[in-house]
């Protein structure tokens, strides 16, 4: 059974940093794409980054220039570093291996981690 587990969540002030993981059972993050998204209350869940197979990523223009996505092979683990975070950062955040001809067109969710952005 696919899981996928997000960590690194928490409370910081404006200007802080955080790094999520997220950890993958019964699934390659090597072959497939994968990426953050975010949901904060009130709102619909929205795309923070992705990144294929080849590394190639894309990230929301919100976060360009402060977030970086990341993913670890050998860990079958993929990360997301926050920096220069603003109370408008706060959120839900999910990681997410989206349906293509790799899953079968089955699409996976994480939980989610709270991230809180303190003014």
């Known amino acids: 059974q696919v899981q996928l587990v997000e960590s690194g969540g928490g409370l910081v002030q404006a200007g802080g940093s955080l790094r999520l993981s997220c950890a993958a059972s019964?699934?390659?993050?090597?072959?497939?794409?994968v990426g953050w998204f975010r949901q904060a209350p009130g709102k619909q869940r929205d795309m923070v980054a992705f990144?294929?197979?080849?590394?190639?990523?894309h990230y929301a223009d919100s976060v360009k220039g402060r977030f970086t996505i990341s993913r670890d092979n050998s860990k079958n683990a993929m990360y997301l570093q926050m920096n220069s975070l603003k109370p408008e950062d706060t959120a839900i955040y999910y990681c997410?291996?989206?349906?293509?001809?790799?899953?079968?067109?089955?699409?996976?969710w994480g939980q989610g981690t709270q991230v809180t952005v303190s003014s």
């Open positions: 019964e699934i390659s993050f090597s072959i497939n794409v």
């Open positions: 997410r291996v989206p349906p293509t001809a790799m899953t079968r067109f089955a699409d996976y």
């Open positions: 990144i294929a197979s080849d590394g190639n990523t």
